[in-house]
């Protein structure tokens, strides 16, 4: 073989080595990233080894054409295939390196559900991550605030910051995330109302924030999300009213607002629309309940327990298409209970603790 020819041979070995291979800079912020972790038990960092971050490291894939890694996803869960033949879920202690910030491609930050890694999120997520559109960091220890400039992430999708110790208020900039789809901030020590300007989430469809400490009422603002099919803020301290503008949004099918402090009213417009899960226990609710049921009410579960209402139990609730769960108990309900469903199926426990009800499944009138 002629010296040129093998010239051209290694040289092209070389090339294709390179364009395989990820950036140095991207390993060198990998392997940072790594050393903040500590997994004793399963050994899931065994794979990062050598210097191709791009082949065969677990949870890291890169584009294709560019090698960049867009794709760091380690999840603790039991159906995880790493953990699921283990049958046994993940448990990591360490902390969130920084140099992540420096994988600047990336799409998807998903390091969830390891039970033990805390420390702050990285402020630099928000300003150095423009790409990302999917943000889990679930399932762990974290503390400290949510970075106050997240709404910089204009292509975030998802963002899951549930059961953490994460303290502070609901940054006002989450309102710039026009690219949201899921907002999951639940089991947290989140404090201060929900952002008067909500509503420029215009592509949301899940909030779940409950078991916090969000104070103020519901803005009314909320209701301007047209695709919101799933809103929880239960376990806060939520006062004010029930903004009735809820119950009259077309694609909302679950409201659970329980264990707040929501005075006022049920609004009509919640009974008679079209959301098939409802919860306001546990509140400081009063008046009656709206006589508004009809044939197409669908209530999988409607629990309006342990408030004070008062009055009897709407005859209009015998027209509903179906109602599954009803808890009606501690209140200040009086009357005949209404024969027939969904009542026939009810157990007392449903119905008891209120002023003066009676009927079957109760005592007889």
């Known amino acids: 073989m ?29 392997m940072a990233f790594k050393a903040s972790l500590n997994e004793p038990y399963v050994g899931i960092f ?23 890694v867009v794709d760091v996803t380690l999840r603790g869960l039991l159906d995880d295939p790493i953990f699921k033949h283990l049958n046994r879920t993940g448990y ?36 150095s991550l423009p790409f990302l559109q999917i943000l889990d960091l679930s399932g762990n220890v974290l503390s400290g605030n949510i970075p106050h400039d997240i709404g ?12 953490n110790h994460l303290s502070g208020r609901i940054p006002s900039s989450l309102a710039n995330l026009s690219s949201l789809t899921h907002l999951e901030l639940r089991n947290n020590a989140l404090q201060g109302p929900i952002p008067q300007d909500i509503d420029r989430l215009r592509m949301l469809n899940r909030a779940l924030l409950s078991h916090n400490r969000i104070t103020g009422p519901i803005p009314w603002t909320i209701s301007r999300i047209y695709r919101l099919a799933d809103l929880d803020l239960s376990l806060n301290r939520i006062s004010g009213r029930i903004p009735k503008a809820l119950g009259e949004m077309p694609v909302l099918d679950t409201l659970k607002l329980k264990y707040n402090k929501i005075r006022g ?56 298409k179906y109602i599954g769960h009803l808890d009606l108990s501690h209140n200040r309900l009086c009357g005949n209970i209404p024969k027939g469903a969904p009542f026939n199926h009810l157990d007392a426990a449903s119905l008891h603790n209120n002023r003066c009800l009676c009927g079957t499944p109760l005592k007889p009138c």
């Open 152 to 163: 910089r992430l204009r292509q975030l999708a998802m963002l899951n910051l549930a059961d």
């Open 2 to 30: 002629s010296a040129v020819s093998l010239f051209v041979i290694l040289t092209a070995l070389a090339v294709s080595s390179v364009v395989e291979s990820c950036p140095p800079p991207e390993w060198a912020a990998l």
């Open 265 to 320: 009213g049920v609004p009509a417009s919640l009974l008679s629309s079209r959301m098939s899960h409802i919860d306001l226990s546990r509140n400081k609710l009063v008046g009656g309940i709206a006589d508004v049921f009809h044939e197409g009410t669908y209530f999988i579960n409607l629990d309006l327990s342990h408030n004070k209402l008062r009055g009897g139990i709407p005859r209009s609730m015998k027209l509903a």
């Open 92 to 127: 990591m202690s360490g902390s969130i390196s920084p140099s992540i910030c420096n994988l600047t491609q990336l799409s998807t930050l998903s390091v969830s559900d390891w039970k033990a890694i805390s420390g702050p999120i990285p402020g630099c997520i928000a300003s």
């Open 46 to 68: 065994r794979s990062w080894r050598g210097t191709n971050c791009c082949y065969g490291w677990y949870g890291v894939s890169c584009d294709p054409t560019t090698r960049r």
